[in-house]
């Protein structure tokens, strides 16, 4: 296969693949079936591709080649298990319009796969798991960082998610409006998440992965415009007010750039404004949750021209309404920094030094991360040492990595 040809395979892959996965469970109605198929139909690619071109609609024809190819795999295995053949068979029937597959509306599909991995059959954890390997496609090393768990737990969520909704039949589909408020929470934090592991990747090369970022602004779209609850609304504002800043997170060699030496004015203004209509219109509901307490701090930061304006003290205000709506560890640590802008760096560490002594966060790298910049700011050089050094530890980002070496740097110099 030629560079170019294995190029364009590539590139289709890293485009299209998700989507074609989430179209093939809902034909195929099996995970493992439609991820065999999935790799079946990129193998194909590569060498047909290479002869004929990339076709004029790559994705109806993985879809229609992986499903061709798990229906020939089930044929095969039919000859010692006769219920597969019955499987075999009415898959082919299914599929005998094979121009039907570029009519099917598959834009869906990986809402429809959320909503299935966010059954309530699951557990919550499992829920999360499932998604995130499944419709996102991260590596279980990577949600083992985003759940603070290992990645031996994290895979055996998601063996045992698949076989209690292939067990219990668990359907591929959007569930009805009368059950979309219950089924809403988990499916909120499952798009949270990969917009957050888009938005500060847990490790690799780069600072961000722009398509998970998208991809979670895709769903979270899709999801406002099937359910107007003003806590997705409040997602939604969240992730595009953060989005705005994407562009001047890093320099122009790839190096961490904090949020107070940021070029404000290449923030992205369209997603600002956008941000902070949905926002208010998400808080003028009485019922304001989490998501939209998290865009309202948000927005704060977009409205400040510098970070000299920024309005620490509603932002310490917001954050004390969001601590009794949904308390837990990391919005502690995120409302210590907001008040150590506000009342010194001193208040703000005995924050996280309460938290730490609790034992929360004690692997959350940014824990450690943020108690070294206060004992830096407070001239304790050799407890700022230690404390970036554990948070160095901890950290498998490289962009975060060389910020943190020069941080100590600076310290030892």
Same mark, same amino acid.
């Given at each position: ?72 795999? =089930? ?6 298990? @006769? &219920?597969? %053949? *019955?499987?075999?068979? $009415?898959?082919?029937?299914? #599929? ?96 949270? =998440? ?6 500060? @990747? &847990?490790? %690799? *090369?780069?600072?961000? $992965?722009?398509?998970?970022? #998208? ?199």
């Amino acid at each position: 296969m030629t560079e170019a040809g294995r190029d364009a395979v590539d590139a289709v892959y890293r485009t299209e693949s998700r989507r074609v996965l989430a179209t093939l469970i809902r034909l195929l109605g099996d995970f493992d079936l439609a991820e065999e198929a999935l790799h079946d139909a990129f193998a194909a690619a590569a060498e047909q591709w290479a002869r004929d071109g990339v076709p004029a609609n790559p994705r109806a024809w993985l879809v229609s080649t992986g499903r061709f190819k798990a229906i020939d795999a =089930l044929r095969r295995r039919s000859r010692f298990d @006769a &219920s597969v %053949g *019955e499987l075999a068979e $009415r898959l082919a029937a299914d #599929a005998a319009d094979q121009a039907s597959v570029a009519r099917e509306d598959v834009e869906d599909d990986r809402l429809r796969l959320v909503f299935t991995c966010c059954h309530p059959a699951l557990p919550p954890d499992a829920q999360v798991a499932l998604t995130l390997r499944e419709v996102c496609g991260l590596t279980t090393e990577e949600i083992g960082r985003a759940f603070l768990t290992g990645a031996p737990t994290v895979a055996q969520r998601i063996v045992r998610a698949k076989a209690k909704i292939r067990d219990a039949h668990i359907p591929y589909r959007v569930p009805s409006r009368t059950e979309l408020p219950d089924r809403l929470h988990a499916v909120l934090h499952v798009i949270y =998440l990969v917009f957050n592991e888009g938005y500060s @990747a &847990s490790s %690799g *090369e780069s600072l961000t $992965r722009a398509d998970l970022s #998208a991809e979670a602004i895709r769903l979270g779209r899709l999801l406002t415009d099937l359910l107007p609850e003003p806590e997705a609304t409040g997602l939604l504002a969240l992730m595009l007010l953060h989005e705005s800043r994407r562009a001047t997170r890093t320099n122009a060699d790839g190096e961490l750039v904090l949020l107070d030496e940021q070029d404000r004015s290449r923030w992205n203004r369209p997603l600002i404004d956008e941000g902070i209509r949905l926002v208010e219109h998400a808080l003028a509901s009485r019922h304001v949750g989490p998501y939209a307490l998290q865009a309202a701090i948000a927005a704060v930061h977009a409205g400040a021209p510098t970070p000299a304006a920024t309005d620490w003290t509603e932002i310490v205000g917001l954050y004390d309404v969001l601590a009794r709506t949904d308390p837990s560890p990391i919005i502690a640590l995120n409302r210590s920094v907001a008040v150590a802008m506000r009342d010194g760096p001193d208040a703000g560490l005995r924050i996280v030094d309460a938290i730490l002594a609790r034992g929360d966060l004690a692997t959350y790298r940014f824990a450690h991360s943020t108690r070294a910049d206060l004992l830096r700011r407070l001239g304790r050089a050799s407890e700022a040492e230690a404390a970036y050094e554990r948070a160095l530890e901890l950290t498998q980002q490289e962009p975060e990595r060389r910020f943190l070496r020069r941080r100590l740097d600076e310290l030892r110099g």
